[in-house]
């Protein structure tokens, strides 16, 4: 490879790139809120403790987790119109991330809450208060410090995996460099320009929760 | 001021190595790859193992293929012996670094010969024409291209440059789809997501013909393509054998064989490059 030319060849292929970077960029932006409230709806039944619905949702988050996102996605796109359901390309995956993160995102919460000592639930209702006054007054907060750090791990960890939405033909970061590699030849180049992007993006993201996180801590502590 | 005498000779010493390394390495450019491939006694071949009918693996587990038999064949030019060749599968995206970086003396896979390419390889003349067709499924209503300029048809494209900007010019109106690998590309349209899929004509055959529900349009979409065999660039003699190896297969001495391998995977004959042996 020239390194000499790499600059050129980066100031040609920028701006298809960019484009791509935008579609990523929105995919994520649709996927991370979705993945957060059905994660959040899914750890509502086990703290609660109903038994039936746990049950459902522990076998969910058993299969999600246990296969690939991938595969889910294309099960979306090409198992859906079997069905007759011609969802689009982006619905089916931006659904497919949403779903598969609800399920970790779900477990880390849970865990988070369960990390809380259940002293604290005996405290609180020895000195008169409610369940859920307890819950959203003494437990919560706890809880939520505790998992601000894996959550947004986990949020990194979608943003990264919006790539595989290039495998249904959503035009993002990594389908806009195939197209590029297509037709210059270049794979190394262009894998390291959208390799390039994708971290800036996620540093961006990853300083974000940073910021955000001491404040809340701060706030709450 | 010492100082500054020592700096100067070991500046000349410096300026010298740098010379005789130069010098060295001009010298080491007339060397090819063609003399390494003649001592090692075989080729190695970089070519796809999933774009039927140019390279793919059989129910037997072989690796088979137009372009596979084409490689065959130039190994039995150089060598006299069909087998005296190793097969690197490679995905699109990796036959560029494995040419660029020496893993394969040279790619056979089906690949378009662009301007912006040829700026990073070395591409032979052309070995078989490649041209688009469209495929629809086969209950579907659609007869001419102008059928499918319309809002509500998706034309399916690969992520090859040309079928983004042929889409584009000829269904202004219709919406387009990108995909990574012809499978998914061929699957979008059979389960109805898309209406249209653009193939290489020899793949559209393979496709319909394990795929009742499914047709090729009669209208073709005029553009021929070259294709080419490609290899690190830079190197002369190696490029001019394949090129010449390339040439008599297509209109010299090696046209029989070349012709047995394009009826055997296409079922026609070819034309000869040599224009005015084609009098029928």
Redesign the interface.
């Known amino acids: 490879m020239d390194w000499s030319q790499f600059g050129s060849f980066a100031a040609r292929y920028l701006p298809q790139l960019w484009n791509g970077m935008l579609v990523t960029i929105a995919v994520a932006a649709l996927a991370a809120p979705t993945a957060v409230a059905i994660g959040v709806v899914l750890t509502v039944p086990r703290v609660a403790g109903w038994r039936l619905l746990s049950g459902f949702v522990r076998a969910y988050i058993e299969v999600m987790r246990n296969t690939p996102l991938l595969v889910q996605m294309y099960l979306l796109f090409f198992g859906l119109p079997i069905l007759g359901i011609f969802w689009d390309e982006i619905t089916c995956g931006v659904l497919a991330v949403s779903l598969q993160h609800a399920a970790f995102l779900s477990e880390l919460i849970r865990s988070g809450i369960a990390a809380v000592s259940p002293k604290q639930w005996e405290a609180g209702q020895a000195i008169g208060m409610r369940r859920w006054a307890v819950f959203r007054q003494i437990i919560l907060p706890q809880a939520a410090i505790k998992v601000m750090a894996p959550v947004s791990n986990q949020l990194i960890v979608l943003v990264k995996d919006t790539s595989l939405v290039s495998a249904i033909g959503v035009l993002d970061l990594t389908l806009s460099g195939k197209v590029i590699i297509e037709r210059s030849g270049a794979s190394f180049e262009v894998f390291i320009l959208v390799a390039a992007l994708y971290l800036i993006l996620t540093s961006v993201i990853g300083a974000g929760f940073r910021i955000s996180e001491a404040r809340f801590t701060r706030r709450l502590g | 001021m010492r100082s500054f005498g020592r700096r100067f000779i070991t500046g000349l010493v410096a300026a010298f190595c740098g010379f005789a390394l130069g010098a060295g390495t001009s010298q080491a450019q007339e060397k090819s790859r063609l003399d390494e491939i003649l001592a090692r006694g075989k080729l190695v071949v970089g070519v796809s193992s999933e774009s039927p009918p140019f390279g793919f693996v059989d129910e037997k587990g072989e690796l088979v293929g137009f372009d596979i038999d084409v490689a065959r064949l130039i190994a039995k030019a150089t060598f006299g012996d069909p087998n005296k060749i190793e097969f690197i599968r490679q995905s ?3 036959r ?2 494995n040419a ?1 970086n020496g893993t394969i003396d040279f790619g056979a896979q089906t690949t378009t010969i ?1 301007a ?2 040829a ?3 070395a591409f032979t003349r052309n070995y078989i024409d490649g041209g688009i067709v469209l495929i629809v499924r086969k209950d579907a209503p659609f007869k001419t291209l102008d059928d499918l300029n319309k809002p509500n048809v998706t034309i ?1 494209n ?4 040309t079928q ?1 900007e042929r889409a584009k010019r000829l269904f202004p109106q219709a919406k387009l ?4 690998g012809i499978a ?1 590309q061929f ?2 349209v059979k ?3 898309a209406q249209a899929a653009q193939l290489d004509a020899p793949v559209a055959a393979w496709y319909v013909k394990s795929n009742p529900d499914m047709r090729v349009m009669e209208t073709r979409l005029t553009d021929v393509v070259n294709t080419g065999l490609f290899m690190k660039p830079g190197d002369f003699r190696l490029w001019q054998y394949f090129d010449l190896v390339v040439s008599e297969m297509t209109g010299g001495y090696l046209f029989a064989d070349y012709s047995a391998i394009y009826e055997k995977w296409f079922g026609e004959k070819p034309k000869n490059a040599k224009w005015y042996l084609n009098n029928n």
């Open positions: 699109a995206a990796q560029w670094p660029q662009y912006d390419r700026q990073r390889v399916a690969l992520t090859t440059p983004e789809q990108t995909f990574d998914s699957n979008s389960l109805g997501r």
